[in-house]
């Protein structure tokens, strides 16, 4: 015969699971917890050399999809990278050669334009006219050229220069990040050429043509994150920075709804309250990256 249990013994029992439930919540959080001051203290773990803000005659390569996003989003970093003597090399997936509201303007025209402003852009940065590589894929069709190709360009210039650090927009830490559309490709598809570039069977061309071995990237760094945890101090070139932005002449209203290559000093203006907004932290200027050793 089944036993039946009082009332008070069923309080009791609902009591004892409300407890263990409790307690399961607490060490969860308490798990959750130690993993982000771990997180915290990594950050913190890091030795000044190491930093890469204070990196000296080293190699970096940033991949970006389009050529603003770099400046946008490293341009700070690019900076005092070729301040301290360290070779920066870009690598940029599209022409940029769609983002105009210009009823006159073409697709010709305006790649042509958006290059003379990136090159402009990396000259006022450090950067050397001749570490800029373009892949010359279409505004907005890059999710649509051949993966297979693309991560094999993008793997053969990893392997090219075998930098010390390697920038990328971030395809998500244990999730996929949403981005637009040109930005998801790059994102993904620069991962992709991490693992590409460490195994020669992927691309076996790339050594019996050009005798390019294996690389193993050591260090990335993500932009357009939403889980930084690392940040650089940009204050000492903050203006630089919006210099280098502002030479986007192109991506700003009203160049953007009519082109001229003449910028007001009331947009340059609008540029420079923009952009110290989005970077100010306190009373410095910074920028936000997802740092991962051996991504």
């Excluded at 490293?74 to 769609?98: A, E, F, Q, R």
């Excluded at 920038?167 to 790059?186: L, V, Y």
């Amino acid at each position: 015969m089944k036993k039946q249990i009082t009332p008070e013994q069923d309080n009791k029992r609902a009591s004892r699971f409300t407890f263990i439930g409790f307690r399961i919540l607490v060490i969860a959080m308490l798990f959750i917890t130690n993993i982000l001051i771990a997180r915290a203290d990594d950050r913190d773990k890091i030795a000044p050399e190491d930093r890469i803000e204070n990196w000296k005659g080293k190699t970096v390569l940033i991949f970006t999809p389009h050529p603003d996003d770099d400046t946008f989003e490293c341009g700070g970093i690019m900076s005092i990278l070729t301040k301290n003597g360290n070779k920066v090399v870009l690598v940029i997936y599209t022409n940029d050669n769609k983002g105009s509201l210009d009823l006159d303007m073409t697709s010709e025209r305006l790649a042509r334009i958006r290059r003379v402003e990136e090159e402009e852009a990396c000259k006022s940065l450090g950067v050397l006219k001749e570490n800029i590589h373009w892949l010359g894929y279409g505004d907005g069709d890059l999710e649509y050229a051949d993966p297979q190709r693309l991560r094999g360009e993008a793997s053969r210039f990893i392997k090219m220069f075998r930098p010390d650090a390697i920038f990328s927009i971030d395809p998500g830490e244990d999730h996929e990040r949403w981005h637009k559309t040109d930005h998801r490709m790059a994102a993904f598809i620069t991962q992709d050429a991490f693992i590409a570039s460490e195994w020669h069977l992927y691309y076996p061309q790339h050594y019996l043509d050009e005798k390019l071995i294996p690389f193993r990237v050591p260090l990335a760094f993500y932009y357009y994150t939403i889980a930084s945890n690392y940040q650089v101090d940009i204050t000492s070139v903050i203006d630089q920075k919006i210099e280098a932005s502002a030479k986007h002449v192109s991506q700003f209203s009203p160049s953007l709804d009519k082109y001229s290559p003449d910028m007001s000093k009331e947009t340059y203006q609008k540029i420079d309250s923009e952009f110290k907004k989005m970077d100010k932290d306190g009373d410095r200027y910074i920028e936000r990256f997802r740092r991962m050793v051996n991504p």
